[in-house]
């Protein structure tokens, strides 16, 4: 039974320029949530996707965005790229009746030049 | 928001050492959670604990909600315990709020 997948594990990006991460939730899983982790900080919440909407949002601007599939899988999207936007990017999974509840994936390191 | 304090932030020990790393936090809360990000960065769920105490191995936590905090206790370290410990606790929007951690170095 796979967990929670990532891709891609690695990349980099020049600041201006758009970027699409990819999570496939663990089986059983319906709602996804996306963190961004700086370097030495804890994760923080991005936004929360459940029945292909965004359900909840964290203090992050409109520059990110997402979307959840009918299969449950979840894609964050940044535009116009910072370099401050550079970090790991988590996406945690969770099932019916306990989202609180998460499973994370390996994350996506995106570095900003 | 609801606050969430870890200490201590750093914590280097010999192979073998026991060890209590505590989570704060400044607003009731109906679940916790401890997690483990090892050097490569995943994040893995150890305890789901909103109060009492669980085991599980040499690791046990132990959740006291009434005076917000919460203990998780490593006995007989071993190197693979190495990384950053997080706690993490719903805020009244359910969104999960991280702290910053307790960075472990287990010296072998």
């Known amino acids: 039974d796979a967990g929670v997948t990532q891709s891609p594990t690695h990349l980099i990006k020049t600041r201006g320029q758009q970027v699409t991460l990819r999570c496939s939730p663990k089986s059983g899983h319906d709602t996804v949530s996306w963190y961004q982790q700086a370097l030495g900080q804890g994760p923080q919440f991005i936004f929360q996707?459940?029945?292909?909407?965004?359900?909840q949002r964290g203090n992050f601007p409109d520059r990110f965005s997402g979307h959840q599939f009918p299969n449950y899988s979840s894609e964050l999207n940044v535009n116009a790229l910072l370099l401050g936007d550079s970090a790991l990017y988590l996406c945690?999974?969770?099932?019916?009746?306990?989202?609180?509840?998460?499973?994370f994936g390996a994350g996506s390191r995106l570095t900003v030049l | 928001g609801i606050q969430v304090e870890q200490s201590p932030p750093d914590l280097i020990l010999q192979e073998g050492a026991n060890s209590t790393l505590r989570c704060n936090f400044s607003?009731?809360?109906?679940?916790l959670q401890w997690f483990h990000q090892n050097p490569w960065g995943q994040l893995i769920n150890l305890f789901y604990?909103?109060?009492g105490t669980k085991q599980n191995g040499r690791l046990s936590a132990t959740t006291v909600a009434t005076e917000r905090y919460s203990l998780l206790y490593i006995s007989s370290s071993q190197t693979t315990d190495s990384g950053v410990y997080f706690c993490a606790v719903p805020n009244r929007d359910d969104k999960i709020i991280f702290g910053k951690g307790t960075r472990l170095h287990i010296l072998p």
């Open positions: 607003d009731s809360v109906n679940n």
């Open positions: 996707y459940y029945e292909e909407e965004e359900r």
């Open positions: 945690a999974s969770s099932f019916p009746g306990t989202r609180e509840v998460l499973t």
């Open positions: 604990i909103p109060s």
